[in-house]
Nanobody, 130 residues
Framework: QVRLVESGGGSVQAGGSLRLSCVAAGYTINFSRYCAGWFRQAPGKEREGVAQ????????MYADSVKGRFTISQDNAENTLYLQMNNLKPEDSAMYFCAAAASLCYGGTSALRERYFPIWGRGTQVTVSS
C-alpha cells in the first residue's frame, strides 16, 4: 500500500522558515502525474487544505491564510514534494500532512478538499512560538 512520509517539521520562532518534504514509501510516486497537496490540523480544529499542485498543468493553489508566505513545489526528479514556509506565524502551528491523488487537481470550490486525496502521510509537527 502506498504511503507518504513527511519530514522537516520542527519548532521555530515567529518570522522564521521551515521546509517540509514528502516522499512515497513502498512505491515510487512521480508527482508530475499526481495532484499533490499539503494539509494541516491544529488541536481542536478540522484539517484544512494549505496548498496543492499538479505539475502537468495549472497553477498551484493556496489557502488564503498562507498566500505569499508558503510555496509548494516538486524536485526535478519529481519524486519529492516540498512546502517552503516563510514568515511563519503562531497560527501556522499544526500537524502538517502530505496527500496525493492519481488524478488532476480539482479546482474552484473543490480545491484543497481532503475527500479528493486518497493517499496520505502521518504528518510532521510544526510549532511556531511568538
Amino acid at each position: 500500500q502506498v504511503r507518504l512520509v513527511e519530514s522537516g517539521g520542527g519548532s521555530v520562532q515567529a518570522g522564521g522558515s521551515l521546509r517540509l518534504s514528502c516522499v512515497a514509501a513502498g512505491y515510487t510516486i512521480n508527482f508530475s502525474r499526481y495532484c499533490a497537496g499539503w494539509f494541516r490540523q491544529a488541536p481542536g480544529k478540522e484539517r484544512e487544505g494549505v496548498a496543492q499542485i499538479y505539475h502537468g498543468g495549472g497553477s498551484p493553489m493556496y489557502a488564503d491564510s498562507v498566500k505569499g508566505r508558503f510555496t509548494i513545489s516538486q524536485d526535478n526528479a519529481e519524486n519529492t514534494l516540498y512546502l517552503q514556509m516563510n514568515n511563519l506565524k503562531p497560527e501556522d502551528s499544526a500537524m502538517y500532512f502530505c496527500a496525493a491523488a492519481a488524478s488532476l487537481c480539482y479546482g474552484g470550490t473543490s480545491a484543497l478538499r481532503e475527500r479528493y486525496f486518497p493517499i496520505w502521510g502521518r504528518g510532521t509537527q510544526v510549532t511556531v512560538s511568538s
